[in-house]
């Protein structure tokens, strides 16, 4: 365990000293900020502009899910640039045969991470979250949410050879996150095309109010983090 939390805070300095990565760190702050403050004001340009009633007001569970999905991503597609780097070295390699092993590489470099984006989006969504959610909603965002965020970084290590792969690749990834739109704009069942994508279900507990649907969310999190979790073991 020792070596795991030294391995996590290795990976934090190296953070520290990447002016990119830090900003992406930060990035779920300003994000959030932004959501809580610009959505409602642009909701009142629109009401003002259009004559409705309501423009953005019933989508504004798709924005708890936009952010409830920001952190983990961006806390997890920091890790993935650590391991490429790393990788990019050899360094990994001389990590494996030390008492971290690759289990407890893993650990430090994916799990935390989403442990830690698990946390702060708890903390976060309740007060940045335009819509009234519960503590059960917001427990099972967080952790459909984080779940995601490991398998996107997964996707990037898996799929790149360097960092600058890396981030080319890291924008399609991170298309996953969009299957939360189709049950807000495509009618049932054509919406089911994307069924297989985990955030489509956290869109889907949202648009028909069913928080329970959620945990299908994170079911197919974790089939997609088991397949992609044995390409990634074989590629190291």
């Known amino acids: 365990m020792r070596g795991v939390r030294l391995s996590f805070f290795h990976m934090l300095?190296?953070?520290?000293?990447?002016?990119?990565?830090?900003?992406?760190?930060?990035?779920?702050?300003?994000?959030?900020?932004?959501?809580?403050?610009?959505?409602?004001?642009?909701?009142?340009?629109?009401?003002?502009?259009?004559?409705?009633?309501?423009?953005?007001?019933?989508?504004?569970?798709?924005?708890?899910?936009?952010?409830a999905s920001l952190t983990p991503v961006m806390f997890c597609f920091i890790a993935s640039m650590v391991v490429l780097e790393e990788n990019d070295e050899h360094i990994d390699s001389y990590l494996f045969i030390t008492?971290?092993?690759?289990?407890?590489?893993?650990?430090?470099?994916?799990?935390?991470p989403a442990f830690l984006a698990f946390l702060i989006t708890v903390i976060l969504l309740p007060v940045v979250s335009l819509t009234a959610l519960s503590c059960v909603e917001i427990i099972l965002l967080s952790l459909a949410g984080s779940l995601q965020g490991i398998v996107i970084a997964l996707l990037i290590i898996t799929i790149s050879s360097n960092k600058l792969e890396g981030m080319a690749?890291?924008?399609?990834?991170?298309?996953?996150?969009?299957?939360?739109?189709?049950?807000?704009?495509?009618?049932?069942?054509?919406?089911?095309?994307?069924?297989?994508?985990?955030?489509?279900?956290?869109?889907?507990?949202?648009?028909?109010?069913?928080?329970?649907?959620m945990l299908l969310s994170v079911f197919a999190a974790v089939i997609w983090m088991i397949i992609v979790k044995r390409k990634y073991d074989r590629k190291l």
């Open 99 to 112: 008492g971290l092993g690759k289990k407890g590489y893993f650990v430090s470099r994916m799990v935390l």
């Open 169 to 213: 690749v890291t924008k399609l990834a991170s298309l996953m996150i969009f299957g939360a739109v189709a049950p807000f704009f495509v009618p049932s069942p054509i919406d089911l095309c994307v069924f297989f994508l985990p955030s489509f279900w956290m869109g889907k507990a949202a648009a028909e109010g069913k928080p329970v649907v």
């Open 13 to 67: 300095k190296i953070v520290m000293q990447d002016k990119m990565l830090f900003a992406a760190l930060m990035s779920p702050i300003f994000a959030g900020i932004a959501i809580h403050f610009g959505v409602p004001v642009a909701e009142k340009l629109l009401i003002q502009e259009t004559g409705l009633t309501a423009v953005l007001t019933p989508y504004y569970g798709l924005f708890d899910i936009f952010f």
